[in-house]
Nanobody, 126 residues
Framework: QVQLVESGGGLVQAGGSLRLSCAAS????????MGWFRQAPGKEREFVAT????????IYADSVKGRFTISRDNAKNTVYLQMNSLKPEDTAVYYC???????????????????WGQGTQVTVSS
């Protein structure tokens, strides 16, 4: 069992930056590939970024590539999402998720993730 708690969301103007954090507790954090997803009002949850267990590999959604960076600190049991050049269309609830198949390929579909946080709201004003 893994518990995930996101933080760092808030209100920011377009062009600004935020850094989201996701703190994990429970089983060994380094045994999970981690992902970030988001859900805007009236839309389905969508993939944002994922990172493998040792931070050696990442995948980004095209919509955030070049603006967002996913990273992790296994010593702190935390995964981060640095978001730069934010746009109003980035407004959403952001969720982190853990994939226990840590030796498998990185996943961009939410059905492959075993544990989810409660989410943190990010609002970008124009």
């Amino acid at each position: 069992q893994v518990q995930l708690v996101e933080s760092g969301g808030g209100l920011v103007q377009a062009g600004g930056s935020l850094r989201l954090s996701c703190a994990a507790s429970g089983r060994t954090f380094s045994s999970y590939n981690m992902g970030w997803f988001r859900q805007a009002p009236g839309k389905e949850r969508e993939f944002v970024a994922t990172i493998n267990w040792n931070a050696g590999s990442t995948i980004y959604a095209d919509s955030v590539k070049g603006r967002f960076t996913i990273s992790r600190d296994n010593a702190k049991n935390t995964v981060y999402l640095q978001m730069n050049s934010l746009k109003p269309e980035d407004t959403a609830v952001y969720y982190c998720a853990a994939d226990g198949n840590w030796l498998g390929a990185l996943k961009t579909r939410e059905r492959f993730y075993d544990y989810w946080g409660q989410g943190t709201q990010v609002t970008v004003s124009s």
